[in-house]
């Protein structure tokens, strides 16, 4: 393998990878600008986001299914040719239902993106170092909305609309030449996978939900992303400025550090998933418990929660960005290379969906309570918000139980294969009393 090949074809895929994230968080950061053009609310600006996310998440599984039939490259040109057209329709749209469509074809280009960028690191690099560059992937992607928030936002601030958009649909452009260029699918010599596809599109569907290894990283994703997303797109920044009474600039602030804790834990997640592959799914849900037991505490402060409970509860929900991603180890590392799209598409609808049920669920609970004149103190009541934001307890325990459940099943199936998961106590005393016999050994020669 050729490897300053690999890291370019790598380096690419993340380029890629991070103007889609960027594409992705653009219309976000312009909402004054939006409002005033296509002359709406807050409620039908939202309805942009929400669409786009609804188009993201329900092509996972089809464009996983694609990726492993066509390869990467097709793939993720073909996604930017979307963006950028749909960046071009909203740089010229002036009505809500151009717009809309603008959005929507750049979820459908952004969905084809981080599956098939994904799907590059196990063909152009060894097994062991998968786990930490999958999360790279994901953190130098997140980048991209950095982008959005700084350049783009001066750039259409200072030259208007049009050339913003412009702008971002011209970045597309580049990522389509560079893909065109100079991505490969897999290292030359190397059996092509979509080539070698022994089974027909819709058995390799049936057989990547089969493996339970497969579901285990759905439930994972799902369990472990979505707070994250519904606090990131939807329902942080009014929590905290309409309910808790912080200044929009604070909330702006937290949001920043979210950007931030998630760009760092990265990597050490990362180790840990290579050090210790047996414990994924604890660390998932102990992440997962952690995030409960802090917006629990959140939820139930009386009065304001103080600005340090604030950062530790954002903390927790940035990390559970990294720790998704180890649903695609579970994809990688149960699947082979002919169905490894196909895995990654199923283990990234997770979190999505999880995230757009969730968002409706906390709306629609906010409404109900205004509608019955049980949040006298207006829609966005800090105790309307704690009732509305506690349903997101139900969904993660939901999700923790599916991960249970479908853990006993990959246990089985490791056990079969003469891999045999010990409890957590046990491994921890074995680690504990090797460690204590190293460093005796040790002090005695
Ligand atoms: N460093 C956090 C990256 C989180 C990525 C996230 N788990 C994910 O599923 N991303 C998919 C995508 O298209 O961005």
Same mark, same amino acid.
């Given at each position: ?60 599984? &089809? ?9 990467? %490259? ?36 952004? +969905? ?16 062991? %170092? ?34 913003? !958009? ?17 991505? %490969? ?36 994703? !799902? ?14 920044? &009014?929590?905290?400025? +309409?309910?808790?009474?912080?200044? $929009? ?22 180790? !840990? ?50 720790? $998704?991603?180890?649903?695609?180890? !579970? ?43 049980? $949040? ?28 249970? %459940? ?24 074995? +680690? ?14």
């Amino acid at each position: 393998m050729n490897s300053w090949r690999a890291w370019m074809v790598w380096g690419i895929g993340v380029f890629a990878y991070l103007v889609a994230v960027m594409q992705r968080t653009s219309f976000g950061v312009v909402g004054l600008e939006a409002s005033a053009r296509f002359h709406v609310g807050g409620a039908v600006l939202s309805s942009f986001t929400v669409l786009q996310l609804v188009v993201y998440a329900s092509l996972q599984v &089809p464009v996983g299914m694609l990726v492993d039939r066509f390869g990467s %490259r097709i793939m993720v040109a073909t996604g930017a040719v979307f963006m950028g057209l749909g960046q071009l329709q909203i740089a010229v749209a002036d009505s809500v239902v151009t717009g809309i469509i603008g959005r929507m074809l750049v979820g459908m280009g952004d +969905a084809m993106t981080f599956v098939s960028v994904l799907r590059l690191v196990p063909l152009w690099f060894p097994a062991k %170092r998968s786990p930490l560059l999958t999360q790279l992937t994901g953190m130098l992607g997140m980048l991209g909305q950095l982008v959005s928030v700084i350049p783009f936002l001066a750039l259409l601030h200072a030259s208007g609309w049009t050339t913003g !958009f412009l702008s971002l649909a011209s970045m597309s452009a580049l990522v389509v030449v560079l893909v065109l260029a100079l991505l %490969r699918n897999a290292p030359e010599g190397s059996a092509p996978a979509q080539q070698t596809q022994p089974e027909g599109t819709r058995a390799v569907l049936a057989a990547a939900w089969r493996q339970p290894g497969t579901r285990l990283g759905l439930w994972s994703h !799902f369990t472990v992303q979505f707070s994250g997303n519904v606090f990131a797109l939807a329902w942080g920044f &009014p929590f905290l400025v +309409a309910g808790e009474g912080y200044s $929009s600039g604070s909330a702006a602030g937290l949001m920043s550090f979210f950007v931030v804790v998630a760009l760092f834990a990265g990597p050490p997640v990362g180790r !840990f998933v290579s050090r210790h592959p047996l414990r994924r799914s604890t660390f998932v849900l102990l992440i997962t418990a952690l995030t409960a037991l802090v917006w629990a505490v959140v939820l139930v402060y009386p009065g304001q929660a103080p600005f340090w409970l604030l950062v530790v509860l954002v903390a927790a929900l940035a990390v559970g960005g990294p720790s $998704s991603m180890i649903g695609f180890d !579970f994809a990688r590392t149960f699947n082979p290379s002919h169905r490894l799209g196909t895995a990654t598409g199923i283990v990234n609808s997770g979190g999505f969906v999880a995230a757009l049920i969730t968002m409706f669920l906390v709306g629609w609970l906010l409404d109900v309570q205004h509608a019955m004149g049980l $949040s006298p103190a207006g829609l966005y009541s800090l105790s309307a918000f704690r009732v509305a934001l506690a349903v997101q307890l139900l969904v993660m325990a939901f999700g923790a139980v599916m991960v249970l %459940r479908v853990r006993r099943k990959v246990r089985r199936q490791l056990a079969a294969n003469g891999v045999h998961v010990a409890p957590l106590l046990v491994a921890v005393r074995t +680690a504990w009393a090797d460690y204590r016999s190293r460093r005796t050994a040790e002090a005695e020669s």
